[in-house]
């Protein structure tokens, strides 16, 4: 079982619609994770950080986490065609060590 | 502030030499991680340095192998270089706390010809 998981994609969704990205883990110990963006060719881009059960929201992003179940989401509401990227789901496991999901293309069409 | 630096930009090599990238964290940040993303790939974790020691490993070969500096600083080698070599190698660096973020540079473009 790979540590975290996620759909690669693409999810293709409408401009202006919300799109939801999932991830799972595998660690139950895991403790703080992350959301990145990155654009073809470039580097990971940090957009949310959670550690809390619950919600996070900033701006048009939320990130869910839910322990029991060892999922996190991250919602983007009102999607621009500027979202189009490939979304990391990231998880600090062992105290520090940082691991990375495979990533989820998004392409939002107009 | 400054962020994670990473240099060269661009390193070109040919099979079987050897490879130094470097990487400059975040002033404070005493964590450096190492990931390898080839081309339409995922980030595959290389190594993790804390406090100027290695703390994980990858599932890599022993020659990938690096350091960390009294600075907290770091470099990545890649010795024999291979043609599947050819990569993104990114550094993130963090404060070693599990509820902080991790911040990346802009990577190095490794071609291995």
């Known amino acids: 079982q790979k540590e975290v998981e996620q759909n690669s994609g693409p999810l293709s969704v409408p401009e202006g619609a919300i799109a939801s990205l999932n991830c799972t883990y595998s660690?139950?110990?895991?403790?703080?994770f992350f959301w990145y963006r990155q654009y073809s060719g470039k580097s990971p881009e940090l957009i949310m950080f959670?550690?809390?059960?619950g919600d996070k929201e900033d701006g048009r992003f939320t990130a869910q986490l839910n322990k029991a179940s060892q999922y996190v989401s991250l919602l983007i509401r009102d999607s621009q065609p500027s979202d189009s990227a490939t979304y990391l789901c990231?998880?600090?496991?062992?105290?520090?060590?940082?691991?990375f999901g495979a990533g989820t293309r998004l392409a939002v069409h107009p | 502030e400054a962020g994670v630096t990473q240099s060269p930009t661009h390193l070109i090599k040919t099979r079987g030499q050897q490879a130094t990238l470097r990487c400059s964290p975040i002033?404070?940040?005493?964590?450096v991680y190492w990931y390898q993303q080839a081309l339409g790939l995922g980030l595959q974790f290389l190594l993790w340095?804390?406090?100027?020691?290695?703390?994980n490993r990858g599932n890599f070969p022993p020659r990938f192998s690096g350091r960390q500096f009294p600075n907290y600083s770091s470099e990545l080698n890649v010795n024999a270089l291979e043609l599947e070599d050819s990569a993104l190698y990114l550094c993130?660096?963090?404060?070693?706390?599990?509820?902080?973020?991790?911040?990346f540079g802009q990577g190095t473009r490794l071609t291995v010809v």
């Open positions: 993130a660096s963090s404060l070693l706390d599990q509820n902080t973020e991790a911040f």
């Open positions: 660690d139950r110990g895991s403790q703080s």
């Open positions: 959670i550690y809390s059960n």
């Open positions: 990231a998880v600090k496991i062992d105290y520090n060590k940082l691991i």
């Open positions: 002033s404070g940040h005493t964590s």
């Open positions: 340095y804390d406090e100027g020691e290695e703390r």
